[in-house]
Each structure stands twice: as C-alpha cells, then as structure tokens.
C-alpha cells in the first residue's frame, strides 16, 4: 500500500514538472511571437527582454531534463536484476 502511495506521489510530481516544461516553453514561444509583432508592425506591447527570454527556457529545460532523468532512474531500477547485468 505504501509503494503505490508513493508511486502515485511520483507519477503526480512528474507531471506537475511536464505541465511546468511546457507552460514555460508555451510562454517563452508566446514572448518570441510578441517580440516579432512588435518589431514589425511597430507596436509597444510589453514583453520580456532577452533576460527574461532566458530563464523562461532555462526553466522549460531543466523541468524537462529533471523528467526524463527520473523517468530513466525508475525504469532502471524497476528492471529485473538479470536484465541490469551486463553478458560477457
């Protein structure tokens, strides 16, 4: 009962890093298209500079990283042991 409470846990907090991954992504292509409007039609809407385009992604990479780095741990660690030896 307790491993499956915590799988839950895990499965839950992974997808919380995904839906976080492409949010920031989402927000950083957002911030690209209004960048690109506001230089060529001439608008003055507010968007983040190069500054803020950079941590939105740093964000966007490192939950993602975090997510498939986690998702290679416990695919490893759930593997047979005769699976995880290496035949010589």
């Known amino acids: 009962m307790t ?9 839950r907090l992974t997808r919380i890093a995904i839906l976080i991954s492409a ?12 960048g690109k409007a506001n230089i060529v039609y001439g ?3 507010f968007h983040l500079g190069n500054v803020g385009e950079f941590l939105i992604l740093l ?3 490192v939950a993602f990283i975090a997510v498939a780095l986690y998702e290679e741990a416990t695919s490893k660690s759930t593997m047979e042991p005769e699976q995880n030896e290496v035949n010589t």
Do not use: P
């Not at 949010?23 to 209004?34: A, D, E, K, Q, R």
């Open 3 to 11: 491993a499956q409470s915590g799988e839950f846990r895990h499965r």
């Open 23 to 34: 949010v920031s992504f989402g927000l950083y292509i957002l911030n690209v298209l209004i």
């Open 43 to 45: 608008l003055k809407m």
């Open 59 to 61: 964000v966007a990479s």
